[in-house]
């Protein structure tokens, strides 16, 4: 990795940057006891009575003044005391002026950080169990079976080794296979320029829990040319996920899921990389990437091809704006249970509308908001659906 300049305020690691690339803000305090700061470690709330409660910041203001600062040190710490930080700075020179919706773009292409190498002490797929990190499906991808790029996402998180389980399941394991869908998976951790590889902090302002810092993030989009690109970030706090979210994911031909940790991530990464939060429900759980799962499944069967049946994943269920009607299968008498005999009459008009009656009433009886959405627009229902809607209407659930 060759010799590392390390940034005495905020340890940031100059080779791994490229070389003109400066530290982001400063955070730590500067030595009143010869040590360098560096080789001080930064105490923590938990790290004993003497610092209890101390943030970094508040160990900066106690030791000022103390100790004559180095001319390097002076120059680190004007910098730290500048209206923004370097990464900020930089993103103002980038056009921080401009429109938020161009200006956005503009400035997350050119990247906060300038070049960078992929990561911190591991290379973010290199070091990782093969089977946890890297890409799913073909590098390059030729064109996939439906005669289109392959739907490229790519995952940023701390456990990769999570998706495992996901990936080789049958579906996606045949998308990504069949070169319909391209999942890549990058390792934030791998981005930290801690020498633990840590990769989050306490919050500031205090409270429980720790927050991912935000240079490990913008690390981890930059590797993975997210500027470009949508980026989600599963949290609860999000836009609840639900059918027209993921038909407009499905529309596109790459996206970034972000998977926070713990109290979730600093605010300034989502603020900076304009990144939208998508909840899967008003819970909360340990992380994004049961999430992100949730997500990637619901992208993914949308996709041409998936699913075998072009058409299968929009006519069923809540894409068609009803909840789904029953379903049977072998044997025709289970434990004196009849299967309605319509379904084995051969006649598929008849078997269209005994599921059309069915889906309704049973939208009606649990998903009324959804029932009353879809029976608005009668224009939209042929004589015998209208006949059955009507019906259907008449009866009090
Ligand atoms: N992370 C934790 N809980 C979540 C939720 N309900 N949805 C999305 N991301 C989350």
């Not at 001319?71 to 990464?87: I, N, T, W």
Request: hydrophobic share 35%; net charge negative; glycine share 10%.
């Amino acid at each position: 990795m060759g010799s590392w300049n390390k940034c005495i305020v905020c340890k940031w690691v100059r080779s791994r940057a490229g070389q003109n690339a400066k530290c982001a803000d400063g955070e730590a305090g500067r030595p009143t006891d010869g040590q360098s700061t560096t080789e001080r470690d930064v105490k923590r709330p938990d790290a004993g009575e003497e610092n209890a409660g101390a943030q970094p910041e508040d160990k900066l203001q106690e030791n000022g003044g103390n100790v004559p600062p180095t001319a390097q040190e002076s120059a680190l710490l004007a910098e730290r005391d500048a209206p923004k930080g370097e990464c900020m700075q930089r993103a103002a020179e980038n056009g921080e002026n401009a429109q938020r919706t161009a200006g956005q773009k503009e400035k997350r292409a050119n990247g906060p950080l300038g070049e960078r190498e992929s990561g911190g002490a591991a290379s973010p797929a290199s070091e990782l169990p093969a089977a946890a990190s890297g890409a799913y499906g073909p590098y390059n991808p030729p064109l996939g079976e439906n005669g289109r790029k392959a739907m490229n996402i790519d995952v940023l998180t701390l456990f990769p080794e999570m998706f495992h389980s996901v990936i080789g399941s049958s579906i996606l394991g045949r998308a990504v296979e069949k070169g319909l869908l391209k999942l890549q998976f990058t390792d934030i951790r791998a981005f930290s320029h801690d020498k633990h590889n840590k990769a989050d902090d306490y919050p500031f302002g205090g409270g429980g829990g720790m927050v991912m810092m935000a240079d490990p993030i913008f690390g981890a989009l930059q590797s993975v040319d997210a500027a470009e690109k949508k980026i989600v970030y599963m949290s609860p706090r999000g836009k609840i996920l639900d059918a027209e979210k993921i038909k407009e994911l499905a529309k596109l031909d790459s996206f970034v899921i972000l998977c926070g940790h713990y109290e979730g991530v600093d605010q300034r990464a989502l603020d900076y990389w304009d990144i939208e939060e998508v909840s899967i429900g008003d819970y909360v759980l340990t992380g994004g990437e049961l999430p992100a799962m949730v997500l990637i499944d619901s992208v993914a069967r949308m996709l041409p091809g998936v699913l075998g049946n072009e058409h299968s994943a929009l006519d069923e269920s809540i894409y068609s704006g009803l909840l789904e009607h029953p379903q049977y299968t072998k044997p025709r008498e289970y434990c004196g249970m009849q299967v309605p005999e319509v379904l084995v009459s051969g006649n598929h008009k008849l078997i269209a509308l005994w599921r059309f009656r069915e889906a309704l009433l049973l939208t009606k009886q649990r998903r009324p908001d959804l029932y009353d959405q879809f029976i608005q627009d009668k224009s939209r229902f042929s004589k015998d659906e209208a006949k059955i809607v009507e019906e259907i209407e008449k009866i009090r659930t």
